[in-house]
């Protein structure tokens, strides 16, 4: 048996003569990656010998490779997709045989691969830039009662304590005031306008409130929401409460 890499103008590899009636030979001077001609020819009983039998193939005891590409490498609230570009042709062995793999949150997936040769190879898909998780967001009041009675506009202060450990905070924002009160029309002394100097889709912390409330009702109760938005778009939402007491019992009516 002779093997040759360049299209027989040189041999490569030669067995020499085998005596024998062995079918399988090893020749240690061929090279990985290294295209080969081999030729075989056998001598019978009689000294005689057949004709060059020729084949070439390709010697090949190297691990595929792979890189792995991303449907996005930015933080984002959807799926990430990854997928494997091999540096050769193979059959990808575990995932149900197909080369991308999504994520519904973060983690690591890894591929592995055949060549035609048999050799295998691995690549590992690292995900750490899903971030479906909202915001925490907490307000505190310096006044959660308005006392007293007396239909006056009180400044209500609000503190903003929001947090995200994925993306980080994009905004947070007054969505809305309201009352469970109609704003006007509630007898003797009520005044119109009883919310005032709110900034709605702003960061306003500060806004005036009446003291006022009808006088044969449970009570008023404003409502202030604000919404915290994340940079990948998760949004939280919280609302607090002011609220002007009933008249009590003992309160003279006016």
Do not use: C
Not at 106 to 111: A, R, V
Request: zero cysteines; charged letters at 20%; aromatic letters at 8%.
């Amino acid at each position: 048996m002779q093997g040759s890499t360049d299209n027989w103008q040189t041999t490569a590899s030669d067995t020499g003569e085998v005596a024998g009636t062995e079918t399988s030979y090893k020749a240690p001077a061929m090279q990985d990656n290294e295209l080969w001609s081999i030729r075989v020819r056998t001598m019978d009983t009689r000294g005689a010998w057949s004709e060059w039998a020729y084949r070439t193939l390709a010697i090949d005891t190297a691990a595929p490779t792979a890189k792995v590409v991303y449907s996005t490498t930015a933080m984002t609230n959807q799926d990430v997709i990854a997928t494997i570009e091999p540096n050769e042709q193979v059959t990808i062995i575990n995932n149900n045989g197909t080369s991308s793999y999504t994520f519904s949150q973060n983690g690591s997936f890894t591929f592995e691969f055949m060549d035609r040769a048999g050799n295998t190879g691995t690549v590992s898909a690292p995900v750490n830039n899903i971030d479906k998780t909202a915001p925490t967001l907490r307000i505190v009041l310096d006044k959660t009662t308005l006392l007293p009675v007396n239909h006056q506009l009180e400044t209500v202060n609000a503190s903003i304590y929001a947090d995200d450990g994925m993306s980080g905070i994009d905004s947070v924002v007054l969505a809305s005031i309201t009352s469970n009160e109609p704003d006007d029309g509630l007898g003797y002394g009520d005044q119109p306008n009883d919310i005032q100097g709110a900034q709605y889709g702003s960061p306003d912390t500060s806004f005036m409130l009446r003291a006022e409330r009808a006088g044969t009702g449970s009570g008023r109760v404003y409502t202030i929401t604000y919404n915290a938005t994340d940079k990948v778009g998760n949004k939280t939402t919280v609302s607090v409460t002011v609220t002007v007491p009933p008249r009590s019992n003992k309160q003279v009516k006016r």
